[in-house]
């Protein structure tokens, strides 16, 4: 079946604009994760979502960063007011869950710039 | 807290030689350890899990609890091997904490 869908690929966007990041996980899949990937620095945890529970949000690096789960499956991440240190490669991950040695299925992520 | 280092930001080996990528871990429960691997252009993956206890692509990777690692080491390396490598953990609520990735080369 399809994979964990993200779109767009790119998005180029000027400093101090708000963008959307989409993801369309794997049907079925519970759990949704967002993580930032940046040249050296790896792969930095964002928010997590599992189920109907609250998502776990410990890793926004500030409350310029949101993001949704509507209806348990796509979820939108949102970075308002955008810096030039935002810019990266956001990768969304889904797996079946309340197995957590169940695998990541990642999307092909969104390379953010912010010029 | 939990924290994954990979020490190697960078590895190069030739083809056909030993391969080891290192990996150290810090968390107080019992952890789950797994590494994931990105090829040029391709999407982030799983490679294998330590509970699995498997072998995939001759890759293998023990849970040393003493050492807190999880070297993942292949005894002859090929040039498909060429990658990048992150050592993850999932500790507590279930959050999957990734180390900052070795690109391994394998030269010809």
């Known amino acids: 079946g399809a994979g964990v869908s993200q779109s767009p690929s790119n998005k180029v966007t000027e400093k101090g604009k708000d963008v959307e990041l989409r993801c369309d996980p794997i049907?079925?899949?519970?759990?949704l994760y967002w993580y930032r990937q940046s040249l050296g620095q790896g792969l930095e945890f964002l928010i997590y979502?599992?189920?109907?529970?609250?998502?776990?949000k410990s890793g926004l690096p500030s409350d310029r960063f949101s993001a949704e789960r509507t209806g348990g499956s796509v979820s939108t991440l949102t970075i308002q007011r955008t810096q030039q240190e935002d810019s990266a490669v956001y990768l969304c991950?889904?797996?079946?869950?309340?197995?957590?040695?169940?695998?990541?299925?990642f999307g092909n992520g969104t390379r953010l710039t912010v010029t | 807290a939990q924290r994954v280092t990979q020490p190697e930001k960078l590895l190069s080996v030739f083809k056909g030689a030993p391969v080891e990528l290192k990996c150290n871990y810090s968390?107080?429960?019992?952890?789950?350890l797994f590494w994931y691997v990105q090829y040029s252009r391709q999407r982030l993956q799983l490679l294998l899990r330590?509970?699995s206890r498997e072998s995939i692509k001759g890759f293998t990777a023990d849970l040393n609890k003493g050492e807190t690692s999880f070297h993942l080491k292949k005894p002859f390396a090929q040039e498909e091997d060429s990658a990048m490598y992150y050592c993850?953990?999932?500790?507590?609520?279930?959050?999957?904490?990734f180390g900052s990735g070795t690109q391994l080369t394998v030269l010809p």
């Open positions: 979502f599992q189920g109907n529970s609250a998502p776990d």
């Open positions: 993850a953990l999932v500790g507590s609520a279930r959050q999957l904490t």
């Open positions: 049907s079925g899949h519970t759990a």
């Open positions: 330590h509970i």
């Open positions: 991950a889904s797996s079946l869950d309340p197995n957590r040695a169940s695998p990541l299925h």
């Open positions: 968390y107080s429960g019992s952890p789950e």
